[in-house]
């Protein structure tokens, strides 16, 4: 299990306009979050990535790597880099395994 949640909810978005929240993960499988501007899409994401409290329920996660869309990625660079940089900036460890890397070439996103 790569993600499991359950029952979360975005203490910022009024309860008029959401809903508790559900959901697992699996290895090899994605998550496609739809849904107007300002409905909450990012704030779930950060939530998931543990980097905003949900105001209720639980979420079991592996280590997860939050992109935003804001993020300043530099097209001038690989994938590979720019994880690395991403990596060095939040003092994360730097260790692209040979199964994320596995993962990157498998996605065709390696030599981007």
Request: with cysteine.
């Amino acid at each position: 299990m790569l993600l499991q949640f359950q029952e979360i909810v975005d203490p910022f978005i009024p309860v008029s306009k959401t809903r508790p929240l559900s959901g697992r993960l699996e290895e090899g499988q994605s998550l496609m979050v739809r849904g107007n501007n300002g409905s909450g899409k990012t704030s779930l994401l950060r939530i998931l990535a543990g980097l905003r409290n949900s105001s209720q329920g639980w979420i079991r996660a592996q280590p997860l790597f939050y992109c935003g869309h804001q993020i300043g990625l530099k097209s001038l660079w690989t994938v590979e880099q720019n994880l690395l940089f991403r990596l060095a900036l939040y003092n994360q460890p730097i260790l692209l395994t040979k199964e994320t890397i596995a993962w990157l070439k498998k996605l065709h996103l390696y030599q981007l």
